[in-house]
C-alpha cells in the first residue's frame, strides 16, 4: 500500500511541472498587461508605465520569468500582485477560510442529501420515492447557481427578509452570536451550491447502487437470510461506493471553479472571487498561483481517489 | 458673460462697501445661485468663506457602524500606487488632503489652515506660487504631530521615478518648499491658473514622513504602512482585506470638531451595480452603494417602499458623439483618417449642423438616463462659471431636412440622400454599454427619417478605450464617421480637458494615436482662445475664455453633446452624505451623518 502511494506521488511531481509550463505561457501570451488600465490617465506619463513593467520584469524574455517564478516558487515564494502589491500567498489565505467554510459545507450538504437518498432511490426503484427523487434531481442540475442564487436572494432576503445576502468576515460579536451569524449569511450560498451538487450525485448514486444490486453475489448474501440494512450497507454500498469517490474526488477542485458564480452573487470573498477580479485586471501573479493552486488540487485529489480505491478494494492497489 | 458692473461689485465688496450677502442677494436676482455668486468673488480675489454649514451633530462619535458597499473594493491603501477611484476611496478613509471640493466645486478646508488667496497672500499675483498654512496641532494616528515636512516629503515621494508612484504627473513639474513647520511653499515653472492640484482632493492625500521616509524610491513596495495606514483622518485603520474589506474606527484626536459622527466605518467590495443598489435601497443591509451605473427605470423600481434612494452629484461629464473631420475610408501613406485627407460628407458644415438637430437629447433623457442626465448643448458643462449660455439645441427632423435640401443634398432613389454622387452614408460607432446601444438605435431612426443611412457599430470597451496601437477599433484611431463616448473631466477646472483639442495634438499614425485631438479637427481661433486661457491669470477672462472655446466647437459641430451625466449613488433614507460631483465619494466623509 504504501509503495502505491509513493509511485502515486513521484507520478504526481511531472504532472505539476508540465502544468505550470502550459500556465505560465498561456498567461504570458494572453493579451493586456497590468498597467493597460494606466494608458488612459492623463496624470500617468508612458515612461511611468515603462518603468513599472522594467521593475516588475515583464519585459523579460518568457522562458527566464518561467524560470525565475520556478525558482521563487521552490523557495516558498509566490511572488507579489501587481494590483495590491501584496505576497500573493497572503492574498490567498486571507481568501481561504471563506472558500472553505462555504464550499465545504456546501459539499457535506450535498453529501449528506446525496447519498441516502440514492442510496435509497435504488433499493426501491420506481417506487413514488424514486420518481420524486429523480424529477427533483432533474429540476436541480437542470437550474443554474446564478439562477437559483438570485431567486432566493428575491425569496428570502427582499421579499421575507430572513437573511442577508451580502457575505461579510467580520461579523461583530462573539461566542455564540459570532457562530449564528455566521450560520445565518451561510444558509443561502451554501444551500445554492449544495443543492445544484447534491441533484447530480443522487442520481449519480443511485445508478452506482443499481449496477451492483442486481449482481449475483448481492442475491446470495439475501439468500443466506441477512437483513436488507446490512446486505445495503455492507455488501452493495461499499462496492458501489468506488465510482462515486472517483466523482467526488474530482469534483472537489471543480467545485471551487462553480463557486466563483456563486461568491460573486453572494460577495463571498473566496478564492473564485480573487481569480476573476485578477483576471480582468491582468494581475499574472495572482492568477498563475490561484490556477496552480486549483491544478494541485486536482492532482491530490486525484491521489486520496486512488488511495480510497486502495481502500475499497484491496485488489486494486495490489496491482 | 461677466460685465463691467459685475466687476465693480465686486471691487466694492473688495474694499468694503458692500457685504459679502447683499452681493450674493443682487446675484440671486439675477437668477444665479448662491454657491455660484461665491465663486464670482472667490474668481475676483475675495477670499472664500466656507460653504454653509450643514452638519447637525454636537459631539463627536455616537452613531454606529456607517457600512459602505463599492462594487468594485480597494486593492491598496497608497494613494500614491491607486490605480482607480476604488483606490483613492478607500485610502481617502485614513488620509487627508490640504482641501477638498464640496457639491459646488468649491473648495473645503481639511488639513489647510486657509484656503490661499491673492488677498491671504496665499496666491502670487504672477500665478508661479501658492503658499499654504497648515492647521496647527493636527496628529497622525500614531500621535506624531503633522508638519510642513510631511507635506515636501509626500513631493519628494512622488516625483521620484524610483517610487513609480501614479500620482508622478502631478508632482513632477513643481517644487515644494518648507517655509516653516506650518506653511509650504509650491513653485510653478509657468502661470498656473489652476493651482489647486497637488496635495487636494481624494488623489493627492498625504502620507506620513516618519513612515514612508525609509521606503522611497525602488524600495517603495516593501513599506508595511502601505498595507496598514496611518493617517490624519476621521477614521484609523483596523483591518484591510485588498478587494473585499476595509475597516475603520473613530479617531479621537480628529483635527475636526465634533466628528466624525459614526463610531465604525466599513467599505465592501464586490459584486456588481444592480445588487448594491438593492442592498442598500431595497433591503438596507448597506448604508451607501458606490457609482450606480444602473437603468434609470430599475432603479425607480427598487426605490418603490424602499428603504434607501438614489441621489445625484452634478459633475462635468458629458456623454458625446464627436464628429470625423477626415476620411476613415481612404487610405493616404497607409493610414486612415489621415490629417491629408477632408471627411467627404461630414467636411460640409451643413451635413454637421443637420446630425445636429437629428439628435433627440430629451427622448435619450426619458428612456435611458433619467435623473442621471440632463440635457445640453455643450461641450464643456462644468463648473458652472465655464459653462456657456450662448449656445441651444433642438431636435427637429424637418429643419435638419431643409438645411439638407437648401444644401443640395437630395434624396435619391432610396431614399438616402446624395449630392454629387456621394451617398449621405455614415458608420457610427461607441463602446458596448446598454445605454449607448439604446442612444444609437434613437438618433439612427431620426436620420433614417431625415434621408441619412446610419451603420451602427459597438466595440468591446476594453478595445475601444485602450491605447492599443495595433487595433484599428480604438476610439484614437477614429476609423468611423460618428463615435459616441465620455471623458470623465476629474478635476473642478477645465484646462487638462480642453487642451487636448489642440491642433498640435491630432491623434495621428506617426504619435501611435497618443494624441488627444481624435476628432482631428483644426481651428487656429481655438489654439489662440487655449493658449490665452492657459496663461490667463484674471479668472474672469479666463473663464471667458474657455467659454468661447466651448462656443467654437459649438459652432463647428465638432461634438454633439448628448447628456451631461451625473453621478448616481444609494444612500439610506436617514443617510445624510456629501457627495459631490467633482471629487471622490469618500472625500467629504468627514462631514457624513445620519439623521435620528
Known amino acids: 500500500m504504501s509503495q502505491y502511494v509513493l509511485r502515486r506521488l513521484l507520478i504526481a511531481i511531472p504532472s505539476l511541472l508540465g502544468i505550470s509550463v502550459v500556465l505560465f505561457v498561456v498567461l504570458a501570451l494572453a493579451p493586456g498587461d497590468p498597467f493597460s488600465e494606466l494608458a488612459t490617465n492623463p496624470n500617468v506619463p508612458p515612461e511611468v508605465q515603462a518603468a513599472l513593467r522594467a521593475k516588475f520584469g515583464l519585459d523579460d524574455p518568457i522562458y527566464l520569468r518561467y524560470l525565475h517564478w520556478l525558482n521563487a516558487m521552490m523557495h516558498g515564494d509566490w511572488g507579489f500582485s501587481f494590483v495590491s502589491r501584496m505576497n500573493v500567498d497572503q492574498l490567498i489565505l486571507q481568501r481561504l477560510p471563506a472558500t472553505l467554510y462555504v464550499i465545504g459545507s456546501a459539499q457535506i450538504l450535498a453529501l449528506l442529501i446525496a447519498i441516502p437518498v440514492g442510496v435509497y432511490a435504488a433499493t426501491k426503484p420506481y417506487s413514488l420515492f424514486d420518481q420524486i427523487a429523480n424529477t427533483l434531481a432533474f429540476v436541480g442540475f437542470s437550474l443554474p447557481t446564478f439562477f437559483t442564487g438570485i431567486l432566493f436572494i428575491l425569496i428570502f432576503s427582499v421579499t421575507l427578509d430572513w437573511l442577508p445576502f451580502v457575505y461579510t468576515t467580520d461579523i461583530k460579536g462573539t461566542g455564540i452570536h459570532w457562530v449564528l451569524e455566521m450560520i445565518r449569511q451561510a444558509i443561502m450560498p451554501v444551500a445554492v451550491l449544495g443543492l445544484f451538487q447534491a441533484a447530480s450525485m443522487t442520481r449519480f448514486v443511485r445508478s452506482a447502487m443499481l449496477d451492483v444490486i442486481r449482481l449475483d453475489y448481492v442475491t446470495t448474501a439475501r439468500a443466506k437470510g441477512l437483513g436488507q440494512a446490512k446486505v445495503i450497507v455492507k455488501h452493495v454500498m461499499r462496492n458501489a461506493m468506488i465510482p462515486v469517490v472517483t466523482l467526488i474526488a474530482l469534483q472537489m477542485p471543480a467545485v471551487f471553479g462553480g463557486a466563483i458564480v456563486t461568491e460573486q452573487i453572494f460577495r463571498i470573498p473566496g478564492i473564485g472571487s480573487l481569480l476573476i477580479s485578477s483576471i480582468l485586471s491582468n494581475d499574472t501573479p495572482v492568477v498563475m498561483a490561484v490556477t496552480f493552486v486549483f491544478a494541485c488540487l486536482v492532482v491530490l485529489f486525484n491521489l486520496i481517489a486512488d488511495v480510497l480505491y486502495g481502500w475499497l478494494d484491496p485488489r486494486i492497489s495490489l496491482r | 458673460m461677466l460685465d463691467k458692473e459685475l466687476r465693480s461689485m465686486i471691487g466694492d465688496v473688495k474694499d468694503g462697501r458692500m457685504d459679502r450677502r447683499a452681493f450674493i442677494k443682487r446675484m440671486a436676482a439675477v437668477g444665479l445661485t448662491a454657491p455660484l455668486a461665491n465663486q464670482i468673488l472667490a474668481l475676483g480675489g475675495v477670499a472664500m468663506a466656507e460653504g454653509p454649514q450643514v452638519y447637525k451633530p454636537t459631539k463627536r462619535g455616537g452613531g454606529g457602524a456607517l457600512k459602505l458597499l463599492w462594487w468594485q473594493g480597494p486593492t491598496l491603501l497608497n494613494p500614491h500606487f491607486a490605480t482607480g477611484t476604488k483606490d483613492q476611496d478607500g485610502s481617502r478613509l485614513f488620509y487627508e488632503p490640504l482641501a477638498c471640493w464640496d457639491p459646488d466645486g468649491n473648495m473645503k478646508l481639511v488639513l489647510a489652515a486657509e484656503i490661499p488667496s491673492v488677498q491671504n497672500g496665499g496666491l502670487a499675483a504672477d500665478g508661479k506660487s501658492v503658499t499654504w498654512k497648515l492647521k496647527p496641532g493636527v496628529k497622525w494616528h500614531d500621535g506624531k504631530p503633522f508638519t510642513a515636512d510631511d507635506v515636501v516629503f509626500n513631493w519628494e515621494y512622488a516625483k521620484d521615478p524610483a517610487t513609480s508612484a501614479l500620482t508622478i504627473g502631478t508632482y513632477r513639474d513643481i517644487t515644494v518648499e518648507k517655509v516653516d513647520d506650518l506653511t509650504v511653499r509650491i513653485l510653478f515653472n509657468k502661470p498656473t491658473p489652476f493651482w489647486a492640484d497637488a496635495f487636494v482632493g481624494a488623489p493627492n492625500t498625504i502620507i506620513p514622513k516618519h513612515l514612508f521616509a525609509d521606503y522611497k524610491g525602488a524600495k517603495s513596495r516593501e513599506a508595511p504602512a502601505n498595507l496598514s495606514p496611518v493617517g490624519t483622518g476621521p477614521y484609523k485603520f483596523v483591518e484591510f482585506k485588498p478587494g473585499d474589506l476595509v475597516r475603520g474606527q473613530l479617531n479621537p484626536d480628529y483635527h475636526m470638531p465634533n466628528r466624525p459622527y459614526f463610531d465604525t466605518v466599513e467599505m465592501k467590495g464586490g459584486g456588481d451595480a444592480v445588487s448594491a443598489a438593492r442592498a442598500v435601497i431595497q433591503t438596507g443591509e448597506y448604508d451607501f452603494g458606490w457609482n450606480i451605473q444602473v437603468e434609470d427605470d430599475v432603479l425607480l423600481r427598487l426605490e418603490k417602499g424602499g428603504k434607501g434612494r438614489t441621489i445625484y452629484a452634478v459633475g462635468g461629464d458629458t456623454e458625446f458623439i464627436a464628429l470625423n473631420f477626415t476620411d476613415p475610408n481612404t487610405e493616404v501613406d497607409g493610414e486612415r483618417s489621415s490629417m491629408k485627407t477632408k471627411h467627404p460628407l461630414l467636411s460640409d458644415p451643413a451635413v454637421r449642423k443637420a446630425l445636429s438637430l437629428l439628435v433627440d437629447r430629451e427622448s435619450v433623457k426619458k428612456a435611458i438616463y433619467g435623473r442621471a442626465g440632463r440635457t445640453t448643448a455643450n461641450f464643456l ?184 451625466r451625473l453621478k448616481v449613488e444609494a444612500a439610506a433614507n436617514n443617510l445624510r452624505p456629501i457627495i459631490s460631483g467633482w471629487a471622490n465619494e469618500t472625500d467629504n466623509l468627514h462631514d457624513w451623518y445620519r439623521e435620528e
Not at chain 2, 386 to 413: C, Q, R, Y
Not at chain 2, 435 to 445: D, F, L, Y
Not at chain 2, 447 to 476: M, W
Not at chain 2, 549 to 562: E, G, R, S, Y
Open chain 2, 381 to 564: 458643462n462644468g463648473p458652472e462659471k465655464f459653462v456657456s449660455k450662448n449656445t441651444s439645441w433642438e431636435f427637429s427632423i424637418e429643419k435638419a431636412s431643409k438645411l439638407l435640401d437648401d444644401a443640395g443634398w437630395k434624396p435619391g432613389a432610396d431614399g438616402i440622400r446624395e449630392k454629387d454622387g456621394k451617398k449621405l452614408k455614415l458608420l457610427y460607432q461607441t463602446s458596448i454599454n446598454g445605454p449607448r446601444q439604446k442612444t444609437q438605435a434613437i438618433v439612427k431612426q431620426a436620420c433614417q427619417k431625415a434621408g441619412i443611412d446610419v451603420e451602427l457599430k459597438s466595440v468591446v470597451a476594453s478595445v475601444f478605450f485602450s491605447s492599443d496601437v495595433a487595433n484599428p477599433d480604438t476610439y484614437a484611431h477614429f476609423y468611423a464617421d460618428l463615435e459616441m463616448f465620455q471623458i470623465p473631466l476629474s478635476q473642478p477646472d477645465p484646462a487638462q480637458h480642453m487642451r487636448r483639442y489642440l491642433s498640435t495634438l491630432v491623434a495621428t499614425k506617426e504619435n501611435k494615436w497618443q494624441g488627444t485631438n481624435f476628432p482631428r479637427w483644426v481651428n487656429k481661433d481655438y489654439d489662440a482662445t487655449i493658449e490665452a486661457a492657459e496663461s490667463e491669470m484674471d479668472p474672469v477672462k479666463r473663464a471667458a475664455l474657455y467659454i468661447k472655446a466651448n462656443d467654437l466647437m459649438f459652432q463647428d459641430t465638432v461634438f454633439i453633446p448628448v447628456q451631461h
